[in-house]
């Protein structure tokens, strides 16, 4: 697994940003390196030495070629280093918070009361990220700082023209004030990704754990409409919901044709989908035609659908090219079956902390 946190020393007090620039074999030079840019020293086989306008910053265990361009959050007391913004990736979240106001039975990230202010660490972040970036927006919820995240996007899509959002939200809090204020922002630049887990409200609202989600979270995506938001429905099948995934197929298109993308997606052995799993994992493997028809029909009404981490011999070959890779690099892992595959450069593989007997009845054979 590719490492997010770093063990660092620095001769620096407070928590601050830094961008790394490694200019060690490369054919620029330091010479446009900012004041929030530390380049290397020294490097040795055990650490690297950094130096800037903020302070020294010694980061072990990594080759400082790999972190070239790397923006990190350091945190002196704690002796590490989280890499937010990974240059070479296109899977770069930015954590909000860790609280929320649902329990979904899936969650792979569940809640935590407490909740620390990063949004001035994370606009600095954004601004020294690399060119043409998409960086997502996570949580926990992250509305539940709706005011505060609407000004971070403002401000750091008006510094930065080049770069995108992601922003996974579950669309509880927008109220009808935030259509003006949405309709000022730049929003073909943000892609809201939305869960919608079933046509039918008590289902809906019995996996994410709220009584009133499912018309609450429909009220909201009228509102983002209304404003002219792009939305990415994102639907995790699992046991509970795959029976009706087709009447949820139906109500995306009569309810929801506005909408950009539908993603169905495999569920996450992590959280509470690790503690559920038994009752939750669904083997799409052998039960592909509750999934096939889905896709089938919203295709045919005109919605972009596909299937976010499916790994790619559990899909029939005919519905592999709507199964993109989608697991961040950081947490993405092969089985030893894996091996020898043809397919393995498509395919996105399982999620690091999947369970090696993966469930998958009809593994490598479809
Ligand atoms: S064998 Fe592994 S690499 Fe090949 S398609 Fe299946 S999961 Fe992907």
């Given at each position: 697994m590719?490492?997010?946190?770093l063990?660092?020393?620095?001769?620096?007090?407070?928590?601050?940003v830094v961008?790394?620039?490694?200019?060690e074999?490369?054919s620029?030079?330091?010479?446009?390196a900012?004041s929030l840019?530390?380049t290397?020293?020294?490097?040795?086989a055990?650490?690297?030495?950094?130096a800037?306008?903020?302070?020294?910053l010694?980061v072990?265990?990594?080759?400082?070629?790999?972190?070239?361009?790397?923006?990190m959050?350091?945190?002196?007391?704690r002796?590490?280093?989280h890499?937010?913004?990974?240059?070479?990736?296109?899977?770069n979240?930015?954590l909000?918070?860790?609280?929320?106001?649902?329990?979904?039975?899936?969650?792979?990230?569940?809640?935590k009361?407490?909740?620390?202010d990063?949004?001035?660490?994370?606009?600095?972040?954004?601004?020294?990220?690399?060119?043409?970036s998409?960086?997502g927006?996570s949580?926990?919820?992250?509305?539940?700082?709706?005011?505060?995240?609407?000004?971070?996007?403002?401000?750091?899509?008006?510094?930065?023209?080049d770069?995108?959002?992601?922003?996974?939200t579950n669309?509880?809090?927008f109220?009808?004030?935030?259509?003006?204020?949405?309709?000022?922002?730049?929003?073909?630049?943000i892609?809201?990704?939305?869960?919608?887990?079933?046509?039918?409200?008590?289902?809906h609202?019995?996996?994410?754990?709220?009584?009133?989600?499912?018309?609450?979270?429909r009220?909201?995506?009228?509102?983002?409409?209304?404003?002219?938001a792009?939305?990415e429905?994102r639907t995790?099948?699992?046991?509970?919901?795959?029976p009706?995934?087709?009447?949820?197929?139906k109500?995306?298109?009569t309810?929801?044709p506005?909408?950009?993308k539908?993603?169905?997606?495999?569920?996450e052995?992590?959280?509470?989908?690790?503690?559920?799993?038994s009752?939750l994992f669904?083997d799409?493997?052998?039960?592909?035609?509750?999934?096939?028809?889905?896709?089938?029909?919203?295709?045919?009404?005109?919605?972009?659908?596909?299937?976010y981490?499916?790994?790619?011999?559990?899909?029939?070959?005919?519905?592999?090219?709507?199964?993109?890779?989608?697991?961040s690099?950081?947490?993405r892992?092969?089985v030893?079956?894996c091996?020898?595959?043809s397919?393995?450069n498509?395919?996105?593989?399982?999620?690091e902390?999947?369970?090696k007997?993966?469930?998958?009845?009809r593994?490598?054979?479809?």
């Amino acid at each position: 697994m590719i490492p997010l946190r770093l063990k660092i020393e620095t001769d620096v007090v407070d928590p601050y940003v830094v961008r790394l620039r490694s200019f060690e074999g490369l054919s620029e030079d330091c010479s446009d390196a900012g004041s929030l840019d530390a380049t290397l020293e020294n490097a040795s086989a055990e650490n690297a030495d950094f130096a800037g306008a903020m302070g020294k910053l010694r980061v072990f265990g990594v080759d400082p070629s790999e972190v070239n361009g790397d923006v990190m959050f350091v945190v002196p007391w704690r002796g590490t280093a989280h890499r937010l913004i990974r240059a070479n990736s296109r899977h770069n979240t930015l954590l909000i918070t860790e609280r929320c106001d649902q329990l979904c039975l899936m969650c792979s990230q569940p809640p935590k009361e407490r909740h620390i202010d990063m949004f001035p660490f994370f606009e600095t972040a954004v601004l020294l990220s690399p060119g043409n970036s998409t960086i997502g927006i996570s949580g926990g919820e992250p509305t539940l700082f709706k005011s505060e995240l609407l000004e971070f996007l403002d401000t750091t899509m008006s510094a930065r023209r080049d770069i995108n959002f992601h922003v996974l939200t579950n669309a509880q809090h927008f109220d009808r004030d935030d259509v003006v204020r949405l309709r000022r922002m730049d929003l073909d630049r943000i892609l809201w990704g939305i869960p919608v887990y079933s046509s039918d409200r008590d289902v809906h609202d019995r996996i994410v754990g709220k009584p009133g989600a499912f018309d609450q979270v429909r009220k909201s995506l009228s509102l983002l409409c209304e404003a002219g938001a792009k939305i990415e429905l994102r639907t995790v099948l699992m046991k509970p919901n795959a029976p009706k995934l087709f009447d949820l197929a139906k109500f995306v298109t009569t309810a929801l044709p506005f909408v950009d993308k539908w993603a169905i997606m495999q569920l996450e052995n992590i959280g509470y989908g690790r503690q559920n799993w038994s009752s939750l994992f669904y083997d799409s493997s052998k039960g592909f035609d509750v999934v096939g028809k889905a896709l089938d029909f919203a295709i045919s009404r005109g919605i972009e659908t596909k299937l976010y981490n499916f790994p790619l011999c559990t899909v029939p070959a005919n519905y592999r090219m709507f199964a993109p890779s989608t697991i961040s690099d950081w947490k993405r892992a092969y089985v030893s079956d894996c091996a020898d595959c043809s397919l393995r450069n498509e395919c996105g593989g399982f999620f690091e902390w999947h369970p090696k007997a993966h469930g998958y009845e009809r593994f490598g054979v479809a």
